[in-house]
C-alpha cells in the first residue's frame, strides 16, 4: 500500500506543462481497433488507466509500445473480442472497447466494468446505442454479448448526454452502413478529439461538440499519427491547488477554452487569472470567496470532475456556498475526510453546504476515488500541519506521479510505500 505525507502550508510556484488528457486518450486508444496496421498516438499521458487498457489491447492480440508519451499500436494481430475480467474490473473505459470490436469482429463480449466508486454509472445507453445499430445483445452467465454481422446506421436519441455511450456509438457507427444521427450527443471536448482521431483515420463524422452528431459510415478505416488534447481536468485541479495555497503557478500547453466553466468559477471565487495563448497564470494571495451556488452538469458546465477540488477551496473560503452534484449520486465521498481536516461541510441529498473556515489541519484520510483524491492532496498542502492520504492508487489512475507534479512546484510532499505488516508467531 502506498501513501502520500504531506507538509502543508507552503505557496506552490513554478510552471508545469500539462500533459495529454486521458479521457482523451482512452477512448481513442480503444477507437484504434478499427483500423488494422500501426498507429502512432502522441501526447499519451503516463497513467494506471492508459496502461491497463494498452493491456486489454494486447490480450486482444494487438502490439503496444509506450516510450515517453507515445504510444505505437500494432491492431494487425488483434483476434480476440473478448475483455478478460480481470482487465475490465480495473477500469470501468474498458467498455469503450465495445464499439470498436462489434464493428471489426462481428462481436464482442464484455463483464460488468469496474472503475471509481462514485454512483451506479449504469451500461444501458451504450448497450440501447448499439442495439439500435443492430447489435443483438444477450447475457451469458456474468457477460454481456453483442453480435451483429453488419452494423446500420440509426437515429439515436441519448435519454442524457453520456459522455461514454456517444463515444461508444461514434466508434460503433464510423464503419457501419449507412448514416447515424446521434441527438442529445455529450459535447466534451474528449468528444471532439475523437471525432478527430476517426476523421484522421478517414471517418465521416461531423458535428461533435454540439448535441447532435453525424456519423456517415465509411467501408474501411486506416491507421494514422494523431496527439491528444491536454487534460483539462489536471490543468484544473493545479490551479485550484494553486488558489488553494496562495500560491503563484503558470501552467503550459493547456487549452484554455475547454476550462471556461472553470476559469469562471475561480474568477467568482476572487483568484487571479491570467489566460494567455495556451498558457494560464495563477497567482492568489487573499483568501478565496465564497460562492453561493455551483451546479456540476455536462460541458460547457461545471464539471463534475472538478466538484471535489473546488469543494477544498470553498472550504477555506470567507462565507457559505454551495454546491449541487447533478451527474453523479455518491460523489461526495471526500466531505467526511475534509471534515476530518477541519472543514465545516453538511450534505443533504445531492447538494453540499459549506460553512468556510480559516484553517484546515493535517490529518490522515483516504482517497476514496479519482478525484476526490486530488482534493485531498489539496487540502494537504493548504493545510496546517502533516496530512497522510491512503488509497492512492486511485490518484495514480488520473495524475502521473502527482508527488512529482507538487514537488516540483516547491511543496513538501512524499510517496511511501506501507511495508506489510508482519504477523508474530506466539
Ligand atoms: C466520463 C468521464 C468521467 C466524467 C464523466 C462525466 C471518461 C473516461 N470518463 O465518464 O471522468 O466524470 O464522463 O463528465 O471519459 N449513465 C447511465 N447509463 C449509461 C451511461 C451513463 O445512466 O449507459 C449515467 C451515469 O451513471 C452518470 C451519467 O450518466 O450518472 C453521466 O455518465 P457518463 O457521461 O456516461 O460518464 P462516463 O462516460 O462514465
Do not use: W
Amino acid at each position: 500500500m502506498e501513501k502520500l505525507v504531506i507538509e502543508g502550508g507552503k505557496p506552490l510556484e513554478g510552471t508545469v506543462r500539462i500533459d495529454g488528457a486521458k479521457n482523451a486518450a482512452l477512448p481513442i486508444l480503444a477507437a484504434s481497433i478499427l483500423a488494422k496496421g500501426i498507429h502512432v498516438i502522441e501526447n499519451v499521458p503516463n497513467l494506471l488507466d492508459i496502461r491497463v487498457m494498452l493491456q486489454i489491447l494486447e490480450a486482444l492480440g494487438c502490439d503496444a509500445d509506450f516510450r515517453e508519451d507515445k504510444v505505437v499500436l500494432n491492431t494487425d494481430g488483434a483476434r480476440e473480442f473478448h475483455i478478460p475480467e480481470h482487465l475490465m474490473s480495473k477500469m470501468r473505459s474498458s467498455i469503450f472497447l465495445m464499439g470498436p470490436l462489434l464493428a471489426r469482429f462481428g462481436q464482442v463480449r464484455v463483464y460488468e466494468p469496474g472503475g471509481c466508486a462514485i454512483g451506479l454509472r449504469k451500461i444501458d445507453l451504450h448497450l440501447r446505442g448499439l442495439e439500435a445499430l443492430g447489435a443483438e445483445i444477450s447475457e451469458d452467465g456474468d457477460t454481456i454479448v453483442c453480435k451483429a454481422d453488419r452494423l446500420r446506421g440509426a437515429d439515436i436519441m441519448l435519454d442524457i448526454p453520456s459522455v461514454g455511450a456517444t463515444e461508444n456509438i461514434m466508434m460503433a457507427a464510423a464503419t457501419a452502413e449507412g448514416i447515424t444521427t446521434l441527438r442529445n450527443a455529450a459535447r466534451e471536448p474528449e468528444i471532439v478529439d475523437l471525432q478527430h482521431y476517426l476523421n484522421a483515420m478517414g471517418a465521416n463524422v461531423l458535428g461533435s461538440g454540439t448535441d447532435t452528431i453525424t456519423i456517415k459510415g465509411v467501408e474501411s478505416l486506416k491507421p494514422c499519427r494523431y496527439p491528444i488534447i491536454p487534460d483539462r481536468i489536471v490543468a484544473g485541479t493545479l490551479l485550484v491547488a494553486a488558489a488553494a495555497t496562495k500560491g503563484s503557478v503558470t501552467l503550459e500547453n493547456v487549452n484554455p477554452a475547454h476550462l471556461h466553466a472553470v476559469i469562471h468559477v475561480l474568477r467568482r471565487a476572487g483568484v487571479s487569472l491570467q489566460v494567455e495563448g495556451s498558457s494560464i497564470s495563477v497567482n492568489n494571495a487573499a483568501r478565496p470567496k465564497a460562492i453561493e451556488r455551483i451546479v456540476t452538469a455536462p460541458y460547457p458546465s461545471f464539471p463534475t470532475d472538478m466538484q471535489a477540488q473546488i469543494m477544498v477551496l470553498l472550504s477555506l473560503a470567507d462565507g457559505f456556498s454551495m454546491m449541487k452534484e447533478t451527474v453523479f449520486e455518491g460523489r461526495f465521498k471526500h466531505v467526511d475526510e475534509l471534515v476530518r481536516m477541519g472543514a465545516d461541510i453538511r450534505v443533504d441529498m445531492n447538494t453540499a453546504f459549506i460553512r468556510g473556515v480559516r484553517r484546515l489541519y493535517g490529518a490522515t484520510v483516504e482517497a476514496t476515488d479519482l478525484r476526490a483524491g486530488a482534493a485531498l492532496v489539496i487540502a494537504g498542502l493548504a493545510a496546517t500541519g502533516t496530512t497522510v492520504v491512503e488509497q492512492i492508487h486511485h490518484i495514480d489512475r488520473g495524475y502521473d506521479r502527482i508527488e512529482r507534479i507538487f514537488q516540483h512546484l516547491g511543496a513538501s510532499i512524499e510517496r511511501f510505500v506501507e511495508a506489510p505488516a508482519v504477523k508474530h508467531s506466539s
